[in-house]
């Protein structure tokens, strides 16, 4: 019997107990409906429920009852050594009965409507038990048939009675199943053959999957596939789904392995104009004929490997608040034509904020599979900092896999009411933690460090004077880089209209150059946000909405004398925002 056959056997043993011709057998038959039942072994794990019931290979004439019986010990023995199961485990009868006054004796009346099992306890240690069965007729001696079937083993071959056994393999035994991975780099538009050392202590199949490494920015990119698998002796392969990146449920490869060693070798082809990726590939090795939860399959998984193309920059976006309150999240698409696509919306409510500001632009999360809380890889990817009516600035951080891209806010503290301006400033002097700035009423311009926590609201450092002066200016916008040097910098717009460049210095105590004059004629924007790189050609631009509520890009350039092109409409329809940013 193949492993196949093995594994639907045990699965289904009942349902094929359950002929249409046992439920209609009559109560004579002839000799070709001699009765023919049968065992069969199987291999199970922790957490499995192998059945104990046998198969009917031939016969119809069933209409009585089947004894089965179930020990630690070899069929042998009338008397039942080593009756029962061991600690730990959990008999069922489903729809059976257990005999009274014996131990692991299960009595099903035919036609039946289940078959007895037990549950393996997640802990379980190697053990082997062992089952017996034997036919019994309406009105049969019971306790001949207990005996019969305890001692199945060591009675000449017949079709009513018969034995089988189930072994069970601990997760310690099951783990001696090794796979070891060869996985180099695949070429962009090219191919390279990777190869699995496999240690099959059992026989098993092994299922060949592949991910995205986290970590990593990700991006849509030309399908690789998996061909020409090389098994060798003892093994047997199949590809039933070759995209390494189909979405479909399954393996990419799978292989049917008898005990040994073995090299399983494949190719991984890449089409033209990949983008660089990391992927991981990881194998489930499945050793058990009986039913057993996946979980209890032994897993490897391999160290990241590269996929080779273009390098891979973040998506930028851009958050607006409605006059409703309500927040929303556009998502960047990387194309200067059309920088920005659909709108997510986070939430009403935020309305009651009189400044709101990200504190670096709103850039694309790395991925990880599942939800990563607020922590070092969530940092300057776009916090955001709110203060209310009442002065309190509170804090929203980051967060991955959910539904809501921010963290319930945290309580910085009170007293901001001071200040007429609060703006991200970005990284300033490259820590890893974002920063503020804030302006007072009186013109003077402060920076406030930020310090990385992330258990409370401690999130800056005592406040750094920038400068006075401050107070000739309506807009501030910073956060990102425009002038090519790798500092977050910072645009200035006086009240006639002038806009100009303050370039990063790293510094804390003095964090801005002298001023670069931009150009005149920026007094038409009532909204102006240095976004990051909408498109897609690594340098930081910006946005500014006219009073006709109509929406501008300016694409960066990397020069701080000129850090932007002309402009390009993005749309209208953006008057319904109160704030961008």
Known sequence: MTRHIRRTAALFAAAGFLTAGTLLAPTTASAADELKLSGYDVV????????????????TTLWGKVVVTVGTKPMTDPAGAGAGLPKGYVARANG??????????????TPITGDPDAVVPVDATDTTLYWGFAYMPDGGDLAAAVKEARSAGSLPAAGGRGTAKV?????????????????????NGGTVRQQLRVHAADAGRLALRFTKAPGQLIRATPVIRLGKPTPDAGAECTVPIPELDSGAAGATLYC????????????????????????????????????????AFVRHTSAPFAVQGSTVRPFH?????????????????RDADAPLAYRDLIGPGWQTYTALTSLSPAAQAPYYPGTVKPSAVTRRLGDVVARD??????????????DKPFAPRVRVGTGWNIYDR?????????????????????GVLWLYKGTGRLVDGNRFKARVRVGAGWGGYDRLAGGADLSGDGRADLLARDRSGVLWLYKG?????TPYATRIRIGGGWSGYDQLVVTGDLTDDGRADAVARDRAGVLWLYKGTGKATGPFTGRTRIGGGWGEFNRLF
């Open 505 to 509: 210095t790293g510094s804390t105590t």
């Open 389 to 402: 009516a009442s002065g309190t600035l509170w804090y929203y951080d980051r967060q991955f896999g959910t």
């Open 256 to 295: 049917e392995l008898e005990p040994g060693d073995h090299v399983i070798g494949y190719e991984l082809t890449s089409a033209p104009g990949q983008y660089a990726q990391k992927y991981v590939a990881y194998t489930s090795y499945d050793l058990y004929t009986a039913a057993t939860p996946p979980e």
């Open 96 to 109: 059976c009965t257990q005999a009274a006054g014996y131990t692991g004796v299960f009595v099903c009346q």
């Open 167 to 187: 072994t069970v393999k601990s997760a310690a035994s099951a783990a001696l199943n090794t796979v070891a991975f060869d996985a180099p780099a695949v070429p």
């Open 317 to 333: 976006g851009l958050m607006a608040r409605d006059t409703t309150g309500r927040l929303w999240k556009y998502s960047g698409t």
């Open 422 to 442: 609060i703006d991200g400033a970005g990284d300033l002097d490259h820590d890893g933690y974002v920063d503020l700035l804030t302006r007072d009423k009186a």
């Open 44 to 59: 199970a794990g922790p957490g499995s429920m192998p059945r104990f019931f046998p198969i009917v290979e031939s016969g």
